[in-house]
């Protein structure tokens, strides 16, 4: 078979079947009379036998290697291959992702594309004060696509990094709170909390409705910080969790500071109270859970709460007593 036909069958060039020959990969068994290269049944199998190892991404030197040295055996090479695809995989998915991120900030510009490129990289910076700087610019100055904002707060380790990309989120409009509702329920658990940490700064029903669900979540870091930040939105249906957090001493400060929040509403104010008041009543209630709930009622106005207080300036436990006649003064104070 002449050098055309083999061309036409194998697919491969005749300049590559040249090229191959130079390389010693594949040798034409003879020539016609004219000169013409001529190919045999063995050497069309081998160039298969080629075109199919360089398929796997062999270098023609790796294929010469396979197909000629008996003592040459793939393993090595193929574990090789394989570190090598997954490592452009990732790079190639990277630059996609980049490349994606670009597009939704919508660039109207060459320079638009190098300043978000510019905030991306500082965003991934191993420099905490040059990621803050850019979640602080992605604000300011040039727009950073929602999801890559999402993806950083989400692994941020440094507490103002984490605080200056939490604000920035906030600022960035729609998309945010369906994006980390995904972090709500990752395997580990610093996601989770940082996921429901963003949604709680994020107003809006949808970030509502997000932290409403998170009430069910078996993450209990979870549950009290949707807690807190759905009694900071003045959301009446968890004043009973946030009584329950000042009794157990769970982020009961913040807890206290939700159930003031709340207590503006006058109506509410008196349950508040109620439940304040049932709650240090109860006999499995310890000493100190006591005394927290007494100090919850000193910022809870109304006669409900005057009146609770009054009544534990008598009580049996100084401790409580005490507390309850220095919130009696406070509040009696001009």
């Known amino acids: ?40 049944g063995e050497d069309i199998r081998r160039i298969f036998h080629i075109e199919s190892l360089r398929s796997l991404g062999l270098s023609l ?20 291959l394989i570190r090598r695809t997954r490592e452009r995989i990732v790079g190639e998915t990277e630059l996609l992702k980049r490349l994606r991120r670009i597009g939704a900030a919508e660039p109207s510009g060459w320079e638009d594309v190098l300043q978000t490129v510019a905030l991306l990289q500082a965003l991934g910076s191993k420099s905490a004060g040059m990621r803050q700087r850019a979640a602080l610019s992605s604000v300011e100055e040039s727009p950073l696509p929602v999801e890559a904002l999402v993806e950083a707060v989400l692994s941020e380790t440094d507490p103002n990094v984490a605080g200056a990309l939490r604000w920035a989120l906030a600022q960035s409009g729609e998309g945010g709170p369906a994006l980390l509702a995904e972090g709500l329920s990752s395997p580990a658990a610093e996601v989770r909390k940082r996921a429901v940490r963003s949604i709680a700064e994020i107003p ?24 807190l930040a759905l009694g900071a939105r003045g959301v009446a249906e968890v004043v009973p969790t946030l009584i329950e957090m000042v009794a157990e001493e769970a982020d009961d400060v913040d807890a206290a500071d939700a159930l003031s929040a709340l207590a503006v ?22 000493s100190s859970a006591r005394r927290r709930l007494t100090e919850a009622l000193a910022d809870i106005p109304g006669i409900t709460a005057s009146r609770a207080l009054a009544d534990l300036s008598h009580d049996e436990d100084r401790a409580v007593a005490l507390t309850a006649e220095y919130v009696l003064g406070m509040r009696d104070a001009p």
């Open 204 to 227: 809006g029903g949808e970030a509502t409705a997000l932290l409403e669900d998170a009430l069910a979540s078996p993450d209990t870091v979870v549950r009290r910080y949707a807690v």
């Open 265 to 286: 509403r006058p109506a509410l104010a008196e349950e508040i109270a109620a439940g304040l008041a049932d709650r240090i009543a109860r006999p499995t209630t310890v």
């Open 61 to 80: 030197n790796d294929v010469r290697r396979a197909l000629d040295e008996p003592g040459f055996t793939p393993s090595e090479l193929v574990d090789d």
């Open 1 to 40: 078979m002449l050098i055309g036909d083999v061309a036409r069958r194998s697919g491969v060039s005749a300049r590559m079947l040249r090229h191959y020959e130079s390389l010693g990969l594949v040798r034409p068994t003879g020539r016609t009379d004219a000169g013409y290269r001529r190919y045999s």
